[in-house]
């Protein structure tokens, strides 16, 4: 099993339409959670983190964690074709110990069509 | 501000050959230094990290190797490269915030091709 796992997609969806990004994690005592966007040949830019069990907002992104369900996801809405990119999910692990080490997901195309 | 530099951008280096890859961070002390690769349609992997000037971990055997001389400076180096050796490489940093290590911040990356 993946210590991350993304769906690779393509996810395909309309301009304005709501993207809906998935991410599971094996470590049930990771600690910290991030959203990457990152466009093609370039290196990853952050999106959002999120600590707690629920929903961060931050303008048309919202994060959504579920530390039960070893679950995270992303929201991305009134989608625009500039967000057209692969979308990583990364997690630190538990501990003192991690020194915010990240455990990426394989990343979820996501392509927005006019 | 806090700024990451990190070069050269693109490499094309024959087998056998060294490499020298560098990264500075500007605007921060004392900083954790991560070195990633990213193969070609595959996702980042955690070569090196760095807590400290002299000190290193490594998370994967490999041919690669990292040194941190200053407290914002950190070298990503092999002395024969193999083929398997290409693909993207990302410098990173990040600090703590009290008690959590915050996000990573990414330099530009530099796409090394060993041919």
């Known amino acids: 099993q993946k210590e991350v796992e993304q769906n690779s997609g393509p996810l395909s969806v309309p301009e304005g339409a709501i993207a809906s990004l998935n991410c599971t994690y094996s470590?049930?005592?990771?600690?910290?959670f991030f959203w990457y966007r990152q466009y093609s040949g370039k290196s990853p830019e952050l999106i959002m983190f999120?600590?707690?069990?629920g929903d961060k907002e931050d303008g048309r992104f919202t994060a959504q964690l579920n530390k039960a369900s070893q679950y995270v996801s992303l929201l991305i809405r009134d989608s625009q074709p500039s967000d057209s990119a692969t979308y990583l999910c990364?997690?630190?692990?538990?501990?003192?110990?991690?020194?915010?080490?990240?455990?990426f997901g394989q990343g979820t195309i996501l392509t927005v069509h006019p | 501000s806090q700024t990451i530099h990190q070069w050269p951008a693109t490499l094309v280096q024959p087998v056998g050959s060294p490499l020298s890859l560098e990264c500075t961070v500007e605007?921060?002390?004392?900083?954790?230094l991560y070195w990633y690769r990213q193969a070609a349609g595959r996702g980042l992997q955690l070569l090196f990290y760095?807590?400290?000037?002299?000190?290193i971990s490594s998370e994967v055997p490999q041919n690669l190797s990292a040194s941190r001389p200053q407290d914002r400076q950190f070298i990503l180096s092999s002395k024969k490269l193999l083929l398997s050796d290409s693909g993207f490489y990302l410098c990173?940093?990040?600090?703590?915030?009290?008690?959590?290590?915050?996000?990573?911040?990414f330099g530009q990356g530099t796409r090394l091709t060993v041919v």
């Open positions: 990173a940093w990040s600090v703590y915030r009290g008690r959590r290590v915050t996000e990573a911040f």
């Open positions: 470590d049930r005592g990771s600690q910290s």
């Open positions: 999120i600590y707690s069990n």
């Open positions: 990364a997690v630190t692990p538990r501990g003192g110990t991690s020194y915010g080490k990240l455990t």
């Open positions: 605007g921060t002390s004392n900083p954790n």
């Open positions: 760095s807590v400290g000037i002299g000190q």
